[in-house]
């Protein structure tokens, strides 16, 4: 399938349907490969937060110390 | 008064798209306001925008994200704006996602702020809600935005429509 993009000139109000150059689709692989990236490190972080408020939680029931890191999901 | 006046508006047809670009870019405006119902073709909820083309890390934001277990914050820098959130491939069959994009003074000669919301449907668990500031690191006026998904395509019936605000 050929890669395309939709090119709105606003100071014609001409719509036309572009097939991307290589240098977009690369840059195009380039941004996916950033997002993923970013993403990644998102969901990792939530779910470090997870663990760690699950991890608190456990302890609270059984009365153990928590760690700072856990007392930091608790407490604003 | 301000008055919000339609620009430019468009639809995906079928077979859907990589991005949609608006350019020339009237600088007649105040601020700039976009409108999304998008879905993605792949395996990605994310939208963001590019501005004139410019795909240098010159991108900072902060964001807050409910995914309707749990809720995060982040910040960082990266190619696009991020902000904007949409069904992916897998979530509900026939839904799109809404996102807003607010760019208050896009010709001036400072960074430019973005303020964004943007939320996904899907009829199960997961949906993300997500509220997001960004600052394009550029001093050039706004004359063209690109709105990219995080990857694969918007699909057929996904639309976006550009808007000028005119305070006077």
């Known amino acids: 399938m050929t890669d395309t993009k939709i090119v709105v000139d606003c100071s014609t109000g001409e719509t036309t ?25 998102r ?3 939530e779910e470090a937060k997870a663990e760690l408020k699950s ?3 456990a302890k609270l029931i059984a009365g153990q110390p928590l760690t700072a890191e856990e007392a930091d999901t608790l407490v604003i | 008064m301000a008055n919000m006046i339609p620009i430019s508006t468009t639809t995906v047809g079928s077979g859907g798209v990589s991005s949609i670009a608006f350019t ?4 007649t405006y105040t601020d700039l306001v976009i409108y999304l119902s998008t879905r993605a073709s792949a395996a990605s909820d994310s939208v963001g925008l590019r501005f004139n083309g410019d795909s240098g890390s010159n991108y900072a934001y902060r964001y807050i994200l409910g995914n309707g277990a749990t809720a995060t914050a982040g910040t960082g820098t990266t ?3 991020l902000g904007g959130r949409q069904p992916e491939s897998t979530f509900t069959a026939n839904t799109f996602g809404s996102a807003s994009f607010y760019i208050p003074n896009y010709t001036s000669i400072y960074y430019k702020s973005v303020s964004s919301d943007g939320v996904s449907e899907n009829n199960a668990t997961t949906a993300m809600a997500q509220l997001t500031g960004s600052l394009w690191n550029n001093i050039s006026p706004i004359n063209s935005i690109t709105i990219i998904p995080g990857s694969g ?4 019936y996904s639309s976006a429509t550009l808007y000028g605000i005119r305070k006077y």
């Open chain 1, 17 to 41: 349907v572009v097939t991307l150059t290589s240098e977009e689709i690369a840059q195009r692989e380039a941004d996916a490969a950033a997002f993923a990236e970013a993403e990644a490190a």
């Open chain 1, 43 to 45: 969901v990792a972080a």
């Open chain 1, 55 to 57: 991890s608190a939680k």
């Open chain 2, 24 to 27: 020339g870019i009237p600088q």
């Open chain 2, 79 to 81: 190619t696009y704006t």
């Open chain 2, 153 to 156: 395509n918007f699909v057929q």
